[in-house]
């Protein structure tokens, strides 16, 4: 079956670090994207990682152990625009389709 | 430079009737997507096109018509309304590619009374 786990809900600092997991378990695997969604809002490209390792961008960064089947984002220096749903979704190996399965979402809530 | 546009953005209807949602996208993009998004279930996929004349279901079709007979067109129908659809639809596209991400429209939030 196709499973992703993401906390529900988490709170944060304006100013520190938060670092959000994701776990899945697919039947295939061809990437993990995340993406920010604000309230009322679609939800934004944020990261890509389809090899192990870190990737860096800004003030975000995303990993990746395909071995463990874990992802996690870290933002960095959090600023009250921040809150917002982050959503991990996997890219299923299946020919030529461009699917993703997404996790139900982890608010992030960030406090002055 | 439109991008991904849906409408209506906001729509109410009645449980029976049938309803058309639109999404147009300008880039030309091979794959589009339609998704609900729903408390707790996240974003679930409805239907898909990998190109105007190709579609396939996705996790929760039933209920649902698409059509795709242009590249930049992809409605979504909802022919007899039930209040389980009431829901907030996200249009979606993509160019082919596993490393492109997919670009979302700003939403139409449906209620079925």
């Known amino acids: 079956g196709q499973n992703i786990d993401q906390p529900t809900e988490m709170t944060a600092t304006e100013g520190a670090i938060v670092q959000i997991n994701c776990t899945y378990q697919t039947s295939g695997f061809n990437g993990l994207f995340w993406y920010q969604q604000h309230a009322g809002e679609a939800p934004t490209f944020l990261s890509y990682?389809?090899?192990?390792g870190l990737e860096e961008k800004g003030r975000f960064s995303s990993f990746l152990s395909r071995s463990k089947g874990y992802s996690y984002l870290l933002l960095k220096e959090l600023q009250m625009k921040d809150s917002a749903s982050y959503l991990c979704a996997v890219r299923d190996y299946g020919g030529a389709t461009n699917k993703l399965i997404f996790g139900t979402g982890t608010l992030l809530a960030v406090q002055p | 430079d439109a991008g991904i546009t849906q409408s209506p953005r906001y729509k109410i209807t009645e449980t029976g009737r049938q309803v058309t949602l639109m999404c147009h996208q300008t880039w030309s993009h091979s794959y589009m997507f339609w998704y609900r998004q729903d408390l707790g279930h996240g974003l679930r996929l409805i239907y898909y096109s990998a190109a105007a004349d190709i579609t396939d279901k996705g996790e929760v079709p039933d209920g649902y018509v698409v059509s795709r007979s242009k590249t930049e067109n992809f409605p979504l129908t909802l022919e007899s309304a039930t209040r389980s659809q009431t829901s907030v639809y996200f249009c979606?596209?993509?160019?082919?590619?596993?490393?492109?991400?997919?670009?979302f429209g700003p939403g139409t939030r449906l209620t079925v009374t």
């Open positions: 979606a596209s993509s160019p082919q590619g596993a490393s492109y991400e997919q670009y």
């Open positions: 990682n389809v090899l192990d």
